[in-house]
């Protein structure tokens, strides 16, 4: 486990909300855009407009347990397993992007992917994220 965790945004699609479901503990990308992520890293899960019932927010964050390579049609997808954790209030979008800092924010507003995008975020961002704090997040202590 690292000294200190470090923080990423995931972002969910529809398309994949059936296979891979926010809540459900497990966020697959292509290794060749997988950032180093490891165990206890935190993870806040961010869901595309078309992500059905959580429409542009963060309706939790992921602490990471482990990571796991597999191959699938040719190419090399690296498993995140997580442990979900719920926020009682969703956080919006307008607040992420307020949040985070410029160059994230263009990011994040224009992902290269539909889904299955993950990118590390810094230190200023995670702190006005309130990731920082492993009982709270975005100021509102998790479930």
Not at 36 to 62: M, N, Q, R, T
Request: aromatic share 10%; hydrophobic share 35%.
């Amino acid at each position: 486990m690292p000294e200190e965790s470090r923080c990423f945004i995931a972002v969910f699609g529809g398309s994949h909300a059936v296979q891979h479901p926010v809540d459900g503990g497990v966020y697959a990308v292509p290794l060749s855009y997988c950032p180093a992520i490891g165990e206890g890293d935190k993870v806040l899960l961010f869901c595309l407009k078309d992500y059905p019932g959580h429409s542009w927010e963060a309706p939790g964050i992921g602490v990471v347990n482990q990571t796991a390579q597999r191959s699938q049609s040719g190419c090399v997808y690296v498993d995140i397993l997580y442990e979900y954790h719920p926020l009682k209030v969703p956080i919006r979008r307008e607040t992420i992007m307020r949040c985070l800092t410029a160059q994230e924010a263009r990011q994040l507003m224009y992902p290269r992917f539909k889904a299955n995008w993950l990118r590390r975020i810094g230190d200023l961002s995670a702190k006005r994220l309130g990731l920082s704090d492993s009982r709270w997040v975005g100021g509102q202590q998790l479930k």
